[in-house]
């Protein structure tokens, strides 16, 4: 695939990602660009309704031959059981090995179409076309792929790089609040530890974000998802610096998980967890106050309002506690110092009770 953007390094070569508005409209030459000539699209019955039409028509256009497979929209569909009645249809369609998927959709496609792809004939190529913001500056960037267990979320999985980025942020107008909300947290997030050129940036832009102007929305985008790009180049499997992305979701996951899933929206947590991260850093002795609160003001002025956090402490502890993330039975923490400033590392349950109870009171 051509085209100016990012390009992202991973183990098995590198790729682009395409970003701007109306990327959908030119899918077919950029899949047909990389010698490719059969596709399945997965996609969800809203997304579906939306763009697969558009998609359909660039691709047959360019000479692509395309089946549209369709999940109903939300977390269950990724489950094994989907996997399994998705991966019987490419089956039944005759896929091969140099044919493709095309995720359009969400964070939920992107990490159950990946899936698939990864698995199907031991791996095929997969285009991801990320249609929420959370899915164009996060999911879609880094090949991480999963499905989800009644144990927990994303504890089946693969890595599974994209052919390709296929990034339309015309997609997001039609984008309801708490999504935008997701992925603005992770916009936030992406500023604050990218550094001071992106922080001031996103700080500038956060009153035209409000009413998702086009530029300020491809400028968030661009920084978010170049910032993304350039960590999983360095750190394709989480063993340094990819862990940063982690912050402010040990906290964010839990507050999720007490509340009961889809009570509080996940950007609205996440937020909450950069908060606390912000506070715990100070309390043992390696933050700064005047970050908190700056940091505070980026996420009042995007829309990313405080809980309160009224959860009991020891029922976050023990949620942070059953988290995959948890090595050798201590939580670790992301910790925010100021822009482009951060450090990982274990916190005890004493520190994390006492915080935890300041906070929410
Ligand atoms: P989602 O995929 O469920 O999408 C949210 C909702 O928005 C769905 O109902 C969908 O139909 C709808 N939608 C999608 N695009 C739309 C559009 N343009 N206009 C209107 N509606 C639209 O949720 P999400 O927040 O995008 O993704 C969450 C998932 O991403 C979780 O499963 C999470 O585990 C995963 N995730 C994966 C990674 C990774 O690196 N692979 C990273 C972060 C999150
Ligand atoms: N969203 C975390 C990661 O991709 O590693």
Redesign the pocket.
């Known amino acids: 695939m051509t085209g100016g953007g990012l390009r992202v390094s991973s183990s098995t070569g590198s790729y682009p990602v395409r970003i701007g508005s109306g990327v959908l409209r030119d899918i077919g030459s950029s899949v047909a660009g990389c010698g490719v000539r059969s596709v399945a699209i997965i996609t969800?019955t809203?997304?579906k309704g939306?763009?697969a039409d558009e998609a359909v028509a660039s691709l047959r256009e360019a000479g692509v031959s395309v089946v549209v497979l369709e999940v109903p929209?939300?977390?269950t569909a990724?489950s094994w059981s989907r996997a399994g009645e998705l991966l019987q249809e490419m089956s039944g369609l005759a896929l091969n090995r140099d044919d493709a998927v095309i995720a359009l959709?969400?964070?939920?496609?992107?990490?159950l179409a990946g899936f698939c792809a990864a698995v199907y004939m031991r791996g095929i190529g997969v285009f991801q076309v990320p249609?929420?913001l959370?899915?164009q500056v996060?999911?879609s960037i880094?090949g991480?792929?999963?499905l989800d267990l009644p144990r927990g979320?994303?504890l089946v999985g693969s890595f599974w790089p994209p052919l390709g980025v296929l990034t339309d942020t015309g997609?997001?107008a039609?984008?309801?609040p708490g999504?935008w909300r997701?992925?603005m947290a992770e916009v936030a997030k992406s500023a604050i530890l990218d550094g001071v050129p992106s922080l001031e940036g996103l700080e500038r832009d956060a009153a035209a974000l409000g009413e998702r102007a086009a530029g300020a929305v491809e400028r968030a985008v661009v920084m978010a998802a170049g910032f993304k790009a350039r960590v999983v180049s360095h750190d394709e499997r989480e063993a340094g610096m990819r862990e940063a992305l982690n912050y402010g979701h040990t906290l964010g996951h839990a507050i999720e998980r007490v509340a009961g899933y889809g009570a509080v929206a996940?950007g609205i947590a996440v937020a909450e967890g950069m908060r606390f991260a912000a506070r715990l850093a100070e309390r043992i002795g390696v933050g700064d106050p005047a970050w908190s609160v700056r940091q505070d003001h980026l996420l009042d002025s995007l829309g990313l309002t405080r809980t309160g956090c009224p959860y009991d402490a020891a029922a976050l502890l023990s949620a942070m506690r059953s988290d995959k993330k948890v090595r050798a039975g201590e939580i670790r923490f992301v910790l925010s110092t100021g822009p482009g400033l951060w450090e990982a590392r274990p916190i005890g349950d004493a520190e994390l009770t006492a915080t935890l109870s300041e906070w929410s009171a």
Not at 105 to 111: A, H, T
């Open positions: 969800d809203t997304v939306l763009y929209p939300g977390e990724k959709g969400g964070g939920v496609i992107g990490d249609t929420t959370l899915a996060d999911s880094g991480k792929t999963g979320k994303n997609c997001l039609t984008l309801g999504e997701s992925g996940h």
